[in-house]
């Protein structure tokens, strides 16, 4: 054989090697969710079938490693995965980033690790087989609070199920856990200096079931609470996923589980239960002892220690006057105060709380009921309320959940910091028949008739998991999955760029996941 012909079987030969190997990119539109605020697809794609290798500092290798090896990705010398600081000056803040994937390697920006994280959530979702589309984005969240609250003084679900929460928040780019620890049905967190709160009052004897006064009960006890050595390694499991956890401490109503466990520091004097029914109870804590405002203070500075989070929920919502209204001494306290209301001897309460978080660099969050405004005219024990005189702290963030747009453009018009929750649309306890997915998708944090001048005010949304009636997670799941998505775009994308028919094809991928997790998801297009 001459040369010239064994350079030619040689160079054909190769050339279908060449041709057999070469990977083919999927024709798959890119599917984000949230969705990026600024996509330019390009051609071709990454591949990474030989591996990946991450060039640059962040501190997300490991984790970007196991992420990527879920999906059968492991190192090797196939595409680059480039970390580097945004260019400046640049408008991507703290959490936005840049991503650009092209030929052979895939390169994010950003100006800290919020940023470098916020790209990895990307890059995962972006993921088909081992290809990951040719594609230039730039993204930014269009409000900095973006919540998903959990409620465990109803039933405990546990620490494993948390992190499954932090692990489905994080993969949506959601920032805040509010985590509702204390409420008239359980108190869920060890205090060391009041060891009954957890010997007692996480404590129930017996369970409504049903629904709301259905006169039906489980028939067993439940109980369950958090050590400090679990919260502390929950709150850093979030922080690692670039979530805060906010807790909240009910007061100064739905304190039946702390009277429980000290009648002391009720207002009635009497030695009660944990309830065994849910709703609202309405003894409160009574704000005019001194002893029960340090007891305040002293859980307070346990919660601090425990959660760095800036702000600290106070609930504040639903609180009974009645037994205000009954006691002499309240009464007497109030007289020699001047304080005209329950309504205003709430406030000055709240203020005075408010001013010891301040004084410990953090920051107070409350129902919008600490306002002093009668929200409840709906409620018998509640419609002849009066509304408050006294005004409340202007460094408090008003927690809006019910109400129209005149008391929450008041609350903007005063100056005071909103995150948008309106119960009609956020709460996830409610039926898909009341708030389907589509619904869900539809909220806006910042209500079309309010006035522009007021939308720097609203930092943003929660979605609440109230869990009366989901006693076990696989309940809590099917209320939480899909809509969680829903509202982790709403936080994310700004309004012009939510589009629900291209978000509800995107869920496609999400619900292969959630499949795979064997999470309980609830209905994505039929109503109950």
């Given at each position: ?45 990454v ?22 090896g ?92 948390v ?44 369970t ?22 679990q ?23 739905h ?24 709703g609202r ?34 609930g ?34 709240t ?34 309320d ?6 409340l702290?202007?460094n ?11 008391l ?45 001048k ?11 998991m ?19 998505a ?43």
């Amino acid at each position: 054989m001459n040369k010239e012909l064994r350079l030619l079987i040689i160079a054909v030969v190769t050339g279908f090697i060449a041709a057999c190997t070469t990977h083919k990119c999927p024709e798959q539109p890119i599917e984000i969710i949230p969705y990026p605020n600024k996509l330019i697809t390009g051609d071709g794609c990454v591949d990474l079938s030989r591996g990946f290798s991450v060039i640059g500092e962040t501190a997300h290798s490991e984790y970007l490693a196991a992420e990527l090896g879920k999906q059968g990705i492991s190192p090797g010398k196939g595409g680059k995965i480039i970390f580097s600081s945004a260019e400046q000056p640049n408008n991507l803040g703290d959490e936005g980033y840049r991503l650009v994937a092209k030929k052979k390697t895939i390169t994010i920006s950003a100006n800290g690790d919020n940023g470098y994280f916020y790209g990895i959530q990307t890059l995962l979702q972006m993921v088909k087989g081992t290809s990951v589309a040719a594609a230039e984005i730039e993204d930014i969240p269009a409000f900095g609070w973006r919540a998903y609250m959990l409620d465990e003084a109803r039933y405990f679900h546990g620490q494993a199920f948390v992190k499954q929460i932090l692990d489905e928040m994080a993969r949506l780019k959601m920032n805040t856990l509010h985590w509702h620890l204390t409420d008239d049905a359980g108190w869920r967190i060890e205090i060391k200096k009041y060891p009954k709160l957890t010997e007692i009052g996480s404590v129930r004897k017996d369970t409504e079931t049903g629904t709301w006064g259905s006169g039906e009960t489980a028939g067993e006890a439940h109980s369950g609470f958090y050590t400090q050595e679990q919260i502390k390694d929950i709150v850093a499991y979030a922080a690692e996923r670039h979530i805060t956890v906010v807790p909240e401490f009910e007061m100064p109503g739905h304190a039946s589980s702390a009277i429980a466990a000290y009648s002391w520091l009720g207002t009635a004097g009497k030695k009660i239960d944990v309830p065994v029914t849910f709703g609202r109870h309405y003894d409160n804590y009574d704000v005019t002892k001194p002893e029960v405002i340090e007891f305040i203070k002293d859980v307070l500075t346990e919660l601090f220690a425990l959660f760095p989070s800036e702000v600290i929920h106070i609930g504040g919502d639903e609180v009974g006057y009645k037994v205000w209204e009954e006691s002499k001494h309240v009464q007497k306290y109030m007289k020699e105060n001047g304080i005209n209301t329950p309504a205003d001897l709430q406030i000055a309460f709240t203020n005075k709380i408010s001013k010891f978080i301040e004084s410990k660099g953090r920051r107070m969050m409350g129902w919008n009921e600490i306002m002093g405004k009668n929200i409840h005219k709906d409620f018998a024990e509640k419609k002849q309320d009066k509304e408050a005189e006294t005004e409340l702290a202007k460094n408090v963030v008003v927690h809006f959940w019910k109400g129209d747009i005149e008391l929450i453009t008041e609350a903007a018009q005063k100056g005071y910091s909103i995150v948008n929750s309106l119960h009609s649309n956020t709460y996830l306890d409610y039926s898909y028949k009341n708030i389907d997915l589509k619904k869900a998708y539809g909220f806006n944090p910042i209500p079309d008739n309010l006035d522009e001048k007021y939308h720097k005010n609203i930092f943003g949304l929660g979605c609440q998991m109230w869990s009366e009636w989901t006693p076990t997670n696989k309940d809590v799941e099917y209320q939480t999955f899909p809509r969680i998505a829903a509202y982790a775009e709403t936080g994310w994308t700004s309004k012009d760029n939510k589009d629900y028919n291209r978000f509800r094809k995107s869920m496609d991928n999400i619900t292969r996941i959630w499949d795979k997790l064997n999470i309980n998801y609830g209905p994505l297009d039929i109503k109950e």
